[in-house]
């Protein structure tokens, strides 16, 4: 949808804007993927520095506000993002695919070291091309691994730590169905539930998305809600805590909207 | 520019080998495979068609994506769905990939119901051309619904099956239809188009008490569980990659996993996340590494592994399509004493059970909701599996109080001010 923006104007302060070293959490439900608020994370971030540097391409090259961004995803494939971001009309140039789908980034004998290794070899592939550019740093169902793996909560805590220390702001997508955390009995459980806590205290705004309460509608696809995270420092205070409904169409295009409008 | 491209594209010697490259994309060249009628990308027939409407609209399972059918309660109602769709397999000739069971399981796959037909049908086609456009272009307004220009503008051939019913090539615009005889076919003539004027229906029609009588060549192969392996799901993997690897590149496949984690086909540690998570994963991965040529169904028994846990949570978020089966307790009864005044017709369409939509194809990966806001119900008889908004009948013998009802309602109506 070239004509239409992409980023509809009820999300693009939660989208964009994110101060330095702040962590977003994201969390999505079965029925209710992320995806699409991921890739308005990711088209946001590509897109600020065109706002910043004006229509001129060349001095795009040069400007201070590129920001690039590493998309590590473990349940969507290369292709996928990208045949999506391209709807979106979004420039992969600056963003830095890492496929943990099809190689099984973390599962095999390597362990979680590998998975550092690979994230931060992808910062800095792209280094050279900006020398103070921000990176924003995607991690989509980080929790898989947990789950599949059974790695200690702590360990990939304290990854996830070092990894924030080398980017500008991270983004981090992650199941919250009910079942996974409503009343953790099995280790599985325990250690998603104690994950995705203490990711919620290390936050500085938590995007939620669900299916709708009331059953399916055919022109509402969810419900965003939005709200503070336990990591959000005094001063800043500009996390505005909403609900509201979106629809994803068919072509890909969302609509963001208040209820009853 | 873009014409100039694609003239040296098309002039150029490297065409030819970029076609056969394509080749297996197209339709044209694997049976049981169409477009989506929303955007074009291939899908094959799950065997059940009302299965295949309610799978997002692409009128059937898009390849490299995988459907997940959980049911509740002792009942195999998901096995029949999964018999359907091997059978549909074997029909097409795709490659059907079974894990678990042994042989006397593909020796049970429903029988075509009328094999001749198909051939009787091939006949018919000169002598009743004009009937079957009237036909053709029934179905195509219903497609023009959801995007011909979509379909349009791949210029590819979309292939409009309804079951029994023959195929068509497609045409570009609504007039094309009304020609003669379909020659704007903008595909380059190739040996497989007299293929193209074989009907080959998208979708079978089978009867659950007939056998499939199976070709004699491994259609179906059958991948057993050894329970001492140490990690028995690479074995599994191993086999279907390697199959995928040697097959002819256009080789349609088809993986089957029934009933995932029943002990009585897995031992207990395949249900420990480590082992299954991955194995899940993989198999995501490898339906996404071929998109065009790998589709996969798999049931998974809710009464031992209820939703509510996070292990089956993780298994339907790595199956892109998850439905839920829910019978009711008194479906098991073949003759069910309430229905024996009602005709007999009604009686077999009696719901048999509750399908809950969890997750669909395509459509959830984008952010769409599941979609589709009706309750839907199934029943299974002897010749086909439906899926259906749900009704409540009215009651039995309880004429007078519908009627009481009927006219409350009609009053009621009018009552009302808004």
Redesign the interface.
């Known amino acids: 949808m070239p004509s239409q923006d992409p980023i509809p104007a009820l999300l693009s302060p939660n989208v964009s804007g994110h101060p330095y070293s702040s962590l977003t959490l994201i969390t999505s439900t079965l029925g209710a993927t992320t995806n699409w608020l991921l890739l308005r994370f990711v088209c946001a971030a590509t897109k600020d520095k065109r706002h910043g540097a004006g229509h001129d391409i060349l001095s795009n090259q040069v400007s201070s506000h590129k920001q690039r961004v590493v998309l590590v995803s473990w349940l969507r494939d290369g292709v996928w993002w990208r045949e999506s971001g391209r709807k979106l009309g979004l420039d992969f140039q600056n963003v830095h695919l890492v496929d943990g789908l099809s190689c099984g980034l973390g599962l095999g004998a390597g362990g979680i070291a590998d998975v550092e290794k690979a994230i931060i070899e992808a910062m800095k592939s792209k280094e050279t091309l900006s020398d103070e550019g921000k990176v924003i740093l995607v991690l989509d169902g980080l929790d898989f691994l947990l789950a599949a793996t059974g790695y200690e909560v702590l360990g990939v805590l304290d990854m996830v730590g070092e990894l924030r220390e080398h980017v500008y702001s991270t983004v981090i997508a992650t199941a919250a169905d009910l079942p996974l955390s409503q009343s953790p009995t099995t280790p599985l459980e325990i250690s998603h539930t104690a994950f995705v806590m203490s990711l919620a205290h290390q936050a500085r705004s938590i995007m939620s998305v669900r299916g709708l309460d009331t059953g399916v509608a055919k022109d509402i696809s969810g419900v965003l809600r939005v709200s503070k995270g336990g990591g959000e420092s005094a001063g800043e205070g500009d996390v505005e805590e909403s609900e509201c409904l979106y629809y994803v169409g068919s072509d890909g295009g969302v609509k963001v909207f208040e209820r009853g409008a | 520019m873009s014409f100039r491209k694609r003239n040296v594209g098309l002039a150029g010697p490297s065409s030819a080998s970029a076609s056969p490259k394509e080749a297996p994309v197209t339709p044209a060249n694997s049976p049981g495979v169409r477009p989506s009628p ?2 074009g990308r291939p899908t094959t027939s799950t065997g059940t068609p009302t299965l295949d409407d309610l799978l997002a ?1 692409h009128a059937g399972l898009a390849l490299g994506n995988s459907l997940l059918i959980e049911e509740n309660g002792t009942t195999d109602f998901a096995g029949a769905l999964l018999r359907y769709y091997a059978a549909e397999g074997v029909v097409q000739g795709h490659r059907v990939h079974v894990v678990g069971v042994g042989e006397q399981w593909g020796r049970e796959l429903p029988g075509l119901v009328g094999v001749g037909g198909a051939a009787g049908k091939e006949g018919e086609a000169g002598a009743a051309g004009d009937k079957e456009k009237m036909k053709i272009a029934w179905r195509y307004e219903r497609l023009g619904e959801f995007g011909a220009g979509a379909a349009g503008s791949r210029g590819g051939i979309a292939l409009l099956l309804p079951c029994f019913l023959m195929y068509i090539r497609n045409i570009l615009s609504f007039e094309a239809i009304a020609t003669p005889t379909p020659n704007r076919n903008p595909i380059p003539s190739s040996p497989g188009q007299s293929d193209l004027m074989v009907p080959a229906p998208f979708c079978h029609s089978f009867d659950l008490t007939k056998r499939l009588s199976l070709p004699a060549s491994g259609a179906i192969t059958f991948t057993t569980i050894h329970p001492t392996v140490d990690n028995l799901f690479t074995s599994i993997l191993q086999s279907t990659t390697q199959a995928i690897a040697s097959s002819l590149p256009n080789t349609i496949h088809r993986l089957i996993i029934p009933t995932l984690l029943s002990p009585a086909l897995f031992p207990p540690s395949a249900s420990h ?2 082992h299954l ?2 194995f899940l ?2 198999i ?2 490898l339906l ?2 071929h ?1 065009t040529r790998l589709s996969a169904m798999l049931t998974l028994p809710l009464s031992l592994y209820p ?8 298994i ?3 199956c892109d399509g ?1 439905l839920e089966l829910a019978p009711f307790p008194h479906s098991i009864d073949p003759e069910p004493p309430l229905t024996t005044s009602s005709g007999s017709s009604k009686a077999e369409e009696k719901p048999q059970g509750m399908l809950k939509i ?2 669909l194809p395509v ?11 009706d309750d839907l119900a199934f029943s299974l008889t002897r010749r086909k599996f439906v899926i259906k908004p749900f009704s409540l009948p009215p009651v039995e013998g309880d004429q007078e109080a519908q009627k009481g009802e009927a006219e409350g309602g009609k009053v009621g109506k009018g009552d009302i001010e808004f």
């Open positions: 929303i955007d609209g996340p480590r998570l991955p994963h993989s995501r991965a996404r590494q998109p939703r509510s846990t996070g292990l089956v949570c993780w339907e978020h790595l998850v969890h997750r459509l959830t990966e984008k952010g769409g909701g599941s979609g589709g806001g």
